[in-house]
């Protein structure tokens, strides 16, 4: 481990401490090497690893993997795509930079890695960007900085949050986009985001579709009852609420006093939003 590492980027870097040590670089067994336990991707291409794998076992591993020492071994940081493919073609060690790192930089740094080259799905981008904001107490600006987003981005990442169990799911499986997501949230009634999102999915609905469709839906309703001013105020409590439990909020107040509604799409749900409230 005694050469020094060259640049990894100005997104990986900018989240370690600037200095001189900028951390030993060599070789690694790759049995010696344990999973990121930060990582925000759960499913992996099969495909897209053989052809990596192919391309390492013609060239090599051309970009070291990021470690960290843990417990008398090693824990990956960066480059869990690469470790997957070199175990798959075969490689015993991989070239490797080991660097100390704290949790906050274990999770930004996979977060980056797999949202600014791996594409992440929304709502695994969604998931990883909540446990930034609750396990390591960041704001959204916070966040958007280490992970190179706009607070506006970050924000919307975790809206998804809001939608219905069987509508994550949906998006969690690409039969639904991020864009559809978003539509969806323009509505109110969590069983009508699951109506429309089954019926966008039946029909291979465009996000266009299916923002014409909540949109004539919202304006159906405003035709049915008259609509009332809802102070901003109440809105902004409605949202910190939801960014809290990560759950659908619905104050409804009169002269101040009313009554809020929390909404729960499965039991596995009402659980989680039980442990927190308590």
Known sequence: ?????????????ALFDSGDDAGAEGSLSVDIIDANPFQPRHSWSEED???????????????????????????LVAG??????????????????????????????????NVQRQDLGPME?????????????????EAGRELGM????????QRLLDLPGEVREMLDSGKLAMGHGRALLGLADPQAMVRL???????????????????????????????????????????KLQRSLKARVRIHDRSGRGRI??????????????????
């Open 150 to 157: 706009s607070r506006s981005a970050v924000a919307n990442f």
């Open 125 to 141: 981008k969604a998931r990883g960007i909540a446990r930034l904001t609750s396990e390591f107490g960041l704001t959204q600006e």
């Open 80 to 113: 869990e795509r690469r470790l997957r493919a070199a175990r798959m073609a075969g490689l015993r060690e991989v070239p490797v930079v080991v660097r100390e790192a704290s949790d906050r930089q274990m999770l930004a740094l996979a977060l980056i890695e």
């Open 49 to 75: 690893l053989s052809s990596l794998a192919e391309s390492i076992r013609r060239q090599g591993v051309l970009q070291p993997l990021v470690v960290r020492p843990w417990e008398g071994r090693f824990q």
């Open 261 to 278: 509604e929390i909404s729960y799409a499965s039991l596995e749900e009402l659980d989680r939003l039980l442990e927190a409230l308590s």
């Open 197 to 239: 999102a089954r019926m966008a999915v039946r029909r291979s609905m465009s996000v266009r579709q299916l923002e014409e469709k909540v949109a004539g839906r919202r304006t159906d309703r405003g035709r049915r009852r008259t609509p009332s001013s809802r102070p901003p105020e109440i809105r902004q409590l409605e949202e």
């Open 1 to 13: 481990m005694s050469r020094r590492k060259k640049a990894l980027g100005r997104g990986l870097d």
